[in-house]
């Protein structure tokens, strides 16, 4: 019997479990293409025609403005319930954001909405606000209604680069943060 199992039951559990996690994360990896180093949602400058070939096949109410962020960006998972681990959301992060200017699709100026971001694969690298400084700036954003009608962003590829210089103002102001006295 044991020799029956390693030879047929395990290589078949091993098999049928790649199965269930290649399935599992086949969304989040519409999103990620091999060259993409990282991922920003918040952007500098609005994106090219030709850039906004990331959004997926049954997007609706593609929306293209310039934004705010209200707030601060929050953690979108569920706690874990007498310590079982909840399971992962769909997109990671959240935030509330105010339309500036629309450059296409249809939303008010002044409008706020609740956008999602983040797709939860492990190594994926996000780029998003996180010092005073980049929340006081405005940003310009692609984001679409999914099938469950949430507002999600649509991620762009940032390069090595960019992350790294991203990394580092993130990891000053939380040196500068951390220090005694120090206040945001």
């Known amino acids: 019997m044991r020799r029956a199992f390693r030879q047929y039951l395990l290589p078949a559990c ?18 990620m293409s091999t060259d993409a180093y990282a991922w920003k949602h918040f952007l500098d400058e609005p994106p090219a025609a030709a ?24 953690w979108r998972g569920k706690r874990d319930q007498s310590g ?4 992962p959301p769909k997109r990671i992060f959240g935030a509330e954001v105010e339309i500036v200017d629309v450059l296409s699709g249809n939303a008010a100026k002044g409008a706020r909405h609740i956008v999602s971001f983040g797709v939860p694969i492990l190594g994926r690298r996000d780029m998003y606000p996180v010092t005073p400084r980049m929340y006081a700036r405005d940003y310009f954003i692609v984001s679409y209604l999914d099938q469950d009608s949430e507002r999600e962003l649509v991620g762009f590829s940032a390069s090595e680069q960019e992350y790294e210089e991203w990394i580092r103002n993130v990891s000053e102001y939380e040196r500068q943060r951390g220090r005694p006295g120090a206040r945001d």
């Open 51 to 74: 850039d906004l070939s990331p959004l997926p096949i049954g997007a609706r109410d593609v929306l293209l403005a310039k934004v705010r962020i209200v707030g601060r960006i929050f």
């Open 14 to 31: 091993i098999i049928l479990m790649s199965l269930v996690v290649v399935l599992s994360f086949n969304e989040g990896r519409a999103q």
């Open 84 to 87: 079982q681990a909840p399971p």
